[in-house]
């Protein structure tokens, strides 16, 4: 997947404004299979996290004239995606949050070749207790490390500030290394690191 | 991932300032977590090229864009190749070749008819009217052609909803409207009415010099004019009256009147006597079943005598 750089955004952006279809479609191409495991992450259902980020494409496409070209076009359909999506868990009011890592399949924590099983664990786990930071935290550091976004736009999409932002990132790798670390004496596992 | 989009100032100053606060030793430690990170694959749940490329087509569906035919990739490169670009070409010239004919509405003598326009828009045509368009109606544009009077209610739409009328144009958003321009009325005067919202009217080709009309205002234009009449009041009962099929003249030349009914009775008034044709009349008629009771009204009223021919009628004094 190639994604745009910032440069190649911008002008999708500005082509987006003067009603570009193919800016459009471009978009939706390189942002659509990312927006919907984002947008998954919440709603926990593949179906609706699709139905959600199509919707989201449709705002931008009704709202593209009053998009500020200043501003990073993925942070805006992050942001959309992510009040589309906690929108749609608070009306189904589900009891546990979207993040929740006992619903991750447990048959993707083994499960693979001998040979690579020692990474894939260590990766495995990580993933797992990437899933189980608290809400905010796991949000700011998946944006930052999974979807490529800057402490600028994963502030915009949060709604709060950069520097909370990366309070949570620092806050996300001190929690993930306490996890290891705990790990480690529990198991007396020597794999990781 | 993220490896390559990675290679950017703005996020190695990020990573700069993640750390700003982060003592030495525990700067390591979580230095690691992050390059860690990079190699997990959040790819969950899988989401295909196949699935994008489906789910665009509905969005497009769902913006009311014309999808270009499936691009078939990787398969079928060698049979279906040749066989995919001829039947490509083969539909972009038919395709082209229906695409720049005009879709045309013609209403017979005698009946009224209501269409929907692709944009959701609504026309009701009366007795002997025509409109056309593009067939890339509300695609690339919300452009149409009317001879006849026609009653619009106009949906929001991403262009902007142009009526041209034998030389005027009206511009509209959303709104409802009427419009009365008949190539063969006297003087081809244009009448638009404005039924709920506002409008632009104008002479082809002089969208400077606009009337714009609001709610319950009426304007008239004739050929030559610059610019449209000012604003009149207008009473919307007697506009419409003709969707009812009813009959409604305000100070009306019998002229005007006679062509009306030619229309909607499809037959055929002379007069033998311009004079009469010139003589006014202000009347309304709850939807009348024959043209002779009009005519027999009419006539009397006027202190005229009518009587039969082959095709229609004759008026005289």
Known sequence: ?193 | MAEQSWNNDKKNRDLDRLFDNVSESERKNLKRVWDDSSEIDLNEPPVSKAETEDALRDVHAKLGFEDKPVNSQNTDRNNGLRYYLAAAIFLIIAGAAFLLTDKKVSVPKGELAAIELPDGSTVNLNSGSEISYSRLFNYTNRDLHLNGEAYFEVEPGNHPFHVYANGSVVQVTSTKFNVRSWLDDPGSQTTVSVISGSVRFFAEGSPQEAVSLKEGSESRWISGMIRPADPDPVRIDNILAWKQRNLAFVNTPLEIIFRELERKYNTSIEITDREIGRTVMTTFYSDPEDVESVLNDITTVKGLTFSRTTNGYRVSK
């Open chain 1, 1 to 193: 997947m190639n994604e745009p750089n910032d440069e190649q955004y911008n002008q999708l952006t500005e082509r987006l404004k003067a009603s570009d279809r193919e800016a459009f479609d471009q978009l939706f191409r390189s942002l659509y299979a990312p927006l919907v495991r984002f947008s998954f992450r919440y709603t926990r259902q593949k179906s609706t996290a699709a139905d959600i980020v199509q919707d989201a494409f449709i705002k931008l496409w009704h709202h593209r004239e009053s998009i500020d070209a200043e501003q990073s076009i993925k942070a805006y359909l992050y942001k959309i995606v992510r009040n589309l999506s906690l929108n749609h868990i608070r009306d189904r009011s589900f009891e546990q949050n979207g993040l929740d890592a006992a619903d991750m399949p447990a048959d993707q924590l083994t499960d693979e070749d001998q040979e690579t099983d020692l990474r894939t664990e260590r990766l495995e786990l990580l993933k797992k207790w990437i899933m189980e930071l608290p809400e905010r935290q796991s949000e700011a550091f998946r944006l930052s490390r999974f979807e490529g976004l800057d402490h600028e736009e994963i502030a915009d999409v949060m709604n709060v500030s950069s520097r909370t932002v990366n309070n949570h990132i620092v806050q996300a790798m001190k929690n993930i290394h306490r996890l290891h670390e705990q790990y480690l004496t529990e198991t007396r596992h020597i794999g990781y690191g």
